[in-house]
């Protein structure tokens, strides 16, 4: 029997093409990558969390000793971190105090591959094992600054995948809930932020993660103040929508595979009580590519939530 075809997506645009493996292929890489996670190397955190604690933001290196007595990390992650820092304000992806810590806080080196470890910091998508990918630290940060989350809000993520984008948003809000699709990439990642709460990641304890197809949401905790999607699909999907308070926002990313367009979506509530959705591209008409929003049938993966 011919082996069947998977897609991993590796990247944002021509530059970084899609990669066809063989599905067997496509298996080694991925159980390859369960096993291939950072190694605990860093010391615990020192300094017990304080959500209003800030790290400098105006020398590299006052940011670099703040974060090795308060955070316990490494110096060379570190700098790459800020020298990225540098390049998000540059091209106007992080504007918001609050936005540039959650960046400046979240330790990206801890949610890649071993095999990407040295990458973390690139601008680009990087390959996590099971087809899919961490996104890039731009868009991570442009999609999340859109959603201007203030603190207490309740914070929908659909596609946990490497965890970042959960770690993340724990800098913003207390209330985070993240679904994957992928049973064990969903367990790895549980357990990736199990292993650093107990290092002392306590913000990471705001995050509350399952298993399940997204596309639904999540109404047992609906309603949700944001909700922002990491998966590509060609409309939005409607229990998500629904599943948004009044005037709450809404970051996916809409359009053909390959070719998304990221939009900020704002449910409004007028004053006879009826609602309407305005949409605002967040790239000013842009596209990227994101992994496939997929779909669940019975217990199995099987196609996308994109229409024919």
Not at 57 to 83: P, T, V, Y
Not at 162 to 181: H, M, R
Not at 284 to 306: D, M
Request: net charge neutral; aromatic share 10%.
């Amino acid at each position: 029997m011919k082996d069947r075809q998977m897609r991993i997506e590796v990247g944002a645009d021509a530059d970084h093409p899609r990669l066809d493996l063989p599905r067997r292929q496509f298996l080694l890489a991925a159980a390859g990558a369960l096993l291939a996670r950072p190694p605990a190397a860093m010391a615990d955190v020192p300094v017990p969390y304080d959500p209003g604690a800030m790290p400098p933001m105006d020398s590299r290196a006052a940011f670099i000793d703040w974060m090795k007595k308060n955070r316990g990390e490494d110096a060379g992650f570190l700098g790459q971190r800020w020298d990225r820092f540098q390049a998000l304000i540059a091209h106007k992806d992080v504007w918001d105090d609050r936005d540039k810590r959650a960046y400046l806080m979240t330790p990206r080196e801890e949610f890649v591959t071993k095999a990407n470890l040295g990458r973390a910091y690139e601008w680009h998508y990087l390959d996590i094992g099971y087809g899919v990918t961490i996104t890039g630290p731009h868009s991570v940060a442009r999609m999340t600054n859109s959603l201007e989350i203030k603190p207490g809000d309740k914070v929908l993520e659909i596609g946990t995948g490497s965890g970042y984008q959960s770690a993340y948003l724990a800098n913003l809000t207390g209330k985070v809930f993240s679904i994957e699709i992928i049973k064990p990439l969903a367990a790895r990642t549980r357990a990736l932020y199990d292993a650093l709460i107990a290092r002392g990641y306590s913000e990471y304890k705001a995050i509350t993660t399952r298993n399940a197809d997204g596309y639904y949401g999540w109404q047992e905790e609906a309603p949700f103040d944001k909700v922002i999607v990491t998966c590509g699909i060609d409309h939005i999907p409607p229990p998500l929508l629904q599943q948004l308070k009044p005037n709450g926002m809404m970051v996916i990313p809409v359009g053909p595979p390959g070719a998304q367009h990221v939009l900020k979506v704002t449910k409004h509530q007028e004053a006879d009580g009826t609602f309407q959705v305005t949409r605002a591209d967040i790239y000013n008409g842009g596209t990227l590519s994101f992994v496939p929003f997929t779909k669940l049938e019975g217990n199995t993966i099987k196609g996308t939530h994109s229409g024919p």
